[in-house]
């Protein structure tokens, strides 16, 4: 009895030990693979690592790019595109706007001769930026603004008064078809938006005065004039390829025939140079345009004699609009990460556009999923590896910002996102948190490279503060001008810690006594009512007032 008893106990204890044991085995297992998760985001930390001092190297390596883009042709990923647009709209009334023109800092008028000198060096640098048409715009005008996810038209009521204009917008989501399909069918979409707004608006489409248009074509587009320019290549998933080579305003303007609008194509500009337009008709002192939607790009205003590429080239204002196509940026300097190296080698154009897949609306969101696809190959924790996690695009950068921006205790938008979107139910609180730090991760990286190339066009115009003079021992002794960047996309406006991250990159960059002379301003749906302000800039009704100068 005894010895069945021994026996029993024995068992027990065995059965009891090899249960410990597995439980013990499961833990350690986990925890071993929790551990390599958390390694991934590590991993993921160091590679995106941004101190001030690489940004430092990007500014310049932008700077410098910048210079070799103007001085030849092919000289740079930076392509440096002429725009033609050698005025922007004021609103100013005709002696307003002499004033400006005049207008050097008004630290010349008081200051010593070694200031006035120095200053007028500077000033010179940057007064081409006044240099405006000296009448105010009026009339009706229309503006088009095809380049991203959405797709916009608008009519344009301008009073001849700065801010006093008019707008009415229809805006529509571009169905995905007419993205990689033919360009007729594009752009008789497009047209066919347009013939509805002016049919709303009771503007008679068979009145014998033109209308005219800005058409604002987002993508990288070789210019010839104004109102004219030829498709290079398609970004953003665009792939129509019927139309590389061709005139672009030429194809919009048969189709506005072909559909009886009696319409002009007056100008066809990048969404950056419609954003800078407009960022100039509320505040003369806008030197640049930034975009971060969808893509990414960046115009400034250059003087033409820095334009070493086209010598001879004259404009009246002694200036014109570069369409830089930043977003195709890149320098050795920028953190990659594997999960770029993938993503870049997946997309439709790789080895292309490598700035704009570090920064852009496009993009951000397929990071985030690739390093969460990454984590649960590393860990069951986010369950089957089969999930949503391993299809392109399946989040969203809205998605990834609303988790980003999760303040709820127990994360629970990020669950929500993480069961409904991608699948994966019943994710841990530690790992929701392991979430939102790889979408923190991302975004920081790709704001503070953002704000890294926005001062790399403020270096190469001397707007940084390192040209400045200084009249006393201390920085806050600098003589700065006042400096306009005019801004524009969801990442910036909507996604509230993108900003902020940007914002404080800024001030990092550029030091608080030079950050608070640059200002960012966001220039509402710039990018297609700028297009018409310039419409009517270079109106062909305008050519008198254009001779006055
Ligand atoms: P577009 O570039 O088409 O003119 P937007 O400037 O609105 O339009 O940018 C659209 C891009 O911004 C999309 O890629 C979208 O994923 C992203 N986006 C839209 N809303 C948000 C948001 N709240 N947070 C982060 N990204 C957003
Ligand atoms: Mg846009």
Redesign the pocket.
Same mark, same amino acid.
């Given at each position: 009895m005894a010895k069945v008893v021994l026996g029993v106990a024995v068992g027990v204890a065995v059965a009891a030990c090899a249960v410990a044991a597995l439980v013990v085995g499961r833990r350690v297992r986990t925890r071993r693979k929790w551990k390599r998760v958390v390694g991934v985001l590590k991993e993921l930390e160091e590679s995106c690592e941004t101190t001030v001092g690489r940004l430092r190297q990007v500014v310049d390596a932008m700077a410098v790019e910048m210079h070799a883009g103007l001085a030849s042709e092919g000289g740079s990923k930076l392509k440096m595109l002429l725009t033609f647009v050698d005025n922007l709209p004021s609103g100013f009334p005709i002696l307003g706007q002499y004033s400006m023109i005049v207008g050097v800092p008004p630290v010349c008028y008081f200051g010593m001769v070694f200031e006035f000198l120095s200053c007028c060096n500077l000033a010179a640098l940057s007064v081409s930026c006044s240099c405006i048409l000296p009448w105010s715009e009026k009339g009706t005008f229309y503006g088009l603004d095809l =380049?991203?996810?959405?797709f916009r038209v608008l009519r344009v009521e301008l009073g001849g008064q700065r801010s006093s204009f008019d707008r009415d917008v229809a805006q529509q989501a571009i169905p995905p078809r007419l993205m990689t399909g033919r360009s007729e069918d594009l752009f008789d979409f497009i047209a066919s938006s347009l013939q509805h707004l002016v049919e709303k608006g009771n503007d008679s489409e068979q009145s014998p005065i033109i209308k005219e248009l800005g058409f604002t074509f987002s993508f990288p587009v070789k210019q010839t004039s104004v109102s004219s320019g030829i498709l290079i290549k398609w970004t953003k998933g665009f792939a129509i390829t019927d139309m590389v080579g061709k005139e672009v305003a030429g194809v919009l303007q048969q189709t506005l025939a072909r559909k009886g609008l009696n319409m002009q194509v007056a100008v066809l500009v990048n969404n950056t140079v419609g954003t800078l337009a407009l960022g100039h008709y509320h505040d003369a002192d806008t030197v640049a345009a930034v975009i971060i939607?969808?893509?990414t790009n960046a115009c400034y205003w250059e003087r033409t004699d820095a334009i070493i590429k086209c010598q001879g080239l004259l404009t009246t204002s002694g200036g014109m609009v570069v369409n830089m196509e930043w977003g195709n940026f890149w320098s050795s300097h920028m953190p990659r990460t594997s999960y770029d190296i993938e993503l870049d080698a997946e997309s439709p154009n790789p080895n292309d556009q490598g700035f704009e897949k570090m920064i852009s609306?496009?993009y951000l969101g397929d990071i985030v999923r690739r390093v969460i696809l990454r984590m649960s190959q590393e860990s069951d924790v986010f369950g089957p590896v089969f999930s949503s996690l391993s299809v392109p695009f399946a989040l =969203?950068?809205?998605l990834m910002?609303a988790m980003h921006e999760d303040d709820s205790p127990e994360l629970t938008k990020v669950a929500r996102i993480l069961k409904d979107d991608l699948k994966i139910p019943d994710l841990p609180l530690k790992a929701r948190k392991l979430v939102v730090k790889v979408c923190d991760v991302v975004a920081r990286r790709a704001a503070r490279l953002a704000a890294a190339g926005i001062v790399g066009i403020l270096k190469k115009i001397g707007r940084d503060g390192s040209g400045c003079i200084r009249v006393g021992r201390t920085r806050s002794d600098t003589k700065m001008r006042r400096t306009v960047v005019a801004i524009? =996309?969801?990442?910036y406006t909507?996604?509230t810690m993108f900003r902020e991250y940007l914002h404080e990159a800024l001030h990092e960059i550029l030091g608080e006594d030079i950050a608070q002379h640059v200002i960012l301003k966001v220039t509402e749906d710039g990018s297609g009512t700028g297009a018409a302000l310039l419409a009517a800039s270079h109106s062909s009704k305008s050519v008198d007032n254009v001779q006055l100068l």
């Open positions: =380049g991203g996810t959405n939607g969808t893509g609306g496009m =969203g950068t809205p910002a524009e =996309g969801s990442l909507q996604y």
